[in-house]
């Protein structure tokens, strides 16, 4: 027979299709899990031991599963409300729910992928460790990218820190890698508007004239409008080395002043993949 429950992280109850449970001085274990929560179907083991530093232990797997999806899913670990009518009024830290501050658990989370209507990561893996209202997903890969995401759910809405590396993406006819430490905060559509992100990158083969580039970056939102600035930028083409700097102008395109020992150039281009950039020399 099927097992439904409803535990407190979770927005909806979570229906098991079939499991094997086994007791055991006084812990619990639910192999063979098949179920779902929500929009979001997973297989995967849980174990109870009580007298564990981290009682709860589980390994969960998903297909495909939506970001907006997963995030509804996860509301009430999430955000927490207060006051007249559910208006939160309250500054800084929470008092964390019961259930949340004395909620110690590690696992390991798979997905096929985690996807939104702008952008899918696919073969997402992480390690995690709950520890009341701080959460440390470690060793996350997903495709070309790995870094760890630290979350804190001791807010009125959940912070999440993260670092990582993008490797080898295909960029321009050639390959970038970029290393991040960011910074998000919120719930919902505006989450990624509160990003605060700063790192390097190195490309190679750009454009077929550019073999090398590596640089560092500053990225912001302001007024909500995205703010990119580059610098300490070290250009190599076939016939020159530059030095220099950029950023996005207001309409998005990028744009990157350099200087080499005997002239002067100019880049500017989309920052989409497939575009090219544009080589300007100043007129003599």
């Keep these: 027979s099927k097992i439904e429950f409803a535990p407190p992280a979770l927005a ?10 086994h007791l055991e001085n006084g812990g619990i274990t639910v192999s063979k899990m098949h179920g779902h929560t929500g929009e979001i179907a997973f297989t995967g083991d849980y174990h109870y031991e009580p007298e564990g530093i981290h009682p709860h232990r589980f390994r969960i797997a998903a297909g495909p599963v939506n970001a907006t999806s997963l995030e509804a899913a996860m509301l009430p670990t999430l955000r927490r409300r207060s006051g007249v009518l559910g208006v939160d009024l309250s500054f800084g830290k929470q008092n964390l729910p019961e259930w949340l501050a004395n909620w110690y658990a590690d696992g390991q989370l798979q997905m096929a992928s985690l996807q939104s209507d702008e952008w899918q990561l696919t073969n ?4 995690m460790q709950w520890d ?3 959460i440390a997903l470690t060793d996350v890969t997903a495709g070309n990218i790995a870094g ?8 009125r809405e959940p912070v999440y820190e993260i ?6 993406q295909e960029w321009k006819g050639g390959h970038i890698t970029v290393d991040t430490a960011a910074t998000v905060s919120g719930i919902g559509a505006n989450l990624l508007k509160t990003m605060e992100a ?3 990158f190195s490309a190679s083969a750009i454009d077929d004239n550019l073999d090398h580039v590596t640089g560092k970056y500053d990225f912001a939102w302001r007024a909500r409008i995205p703010r990119l600035s580059l610098t300490a930028i070290h250009l190599q083409s076939a016939a020159e080395t530059y030095t220099g700097k950029g950023g996005l102008e207001r309409d998005g395109t990028l744009s990157i002043q350099l200087s080499s020992a005997t002239k002067q150039a100019r880049l ?3 920052l989409t993949p497939e575009a090219p950039l544009r080589w300007t020399l100043p007129s003599q």
């Design 132 to 134: 009341a209202g701080r």
């Design 163 to 168: 670092t990582g590396r993008l490797k080898n």
């Design 148 to 155: 760890r995401v630290n979350i804190d759910l001791r807010g």
């Design 198 to 200: 700063t790192g390097g």
């Design 124 to 127: 997402v893996k992480a390690k």
């Design 268 to 270: 500017t281009g989309p």
């Design 12 to 21: 909806d109850i979570v229906l098991l299709d079939s499991a094997q449970c």
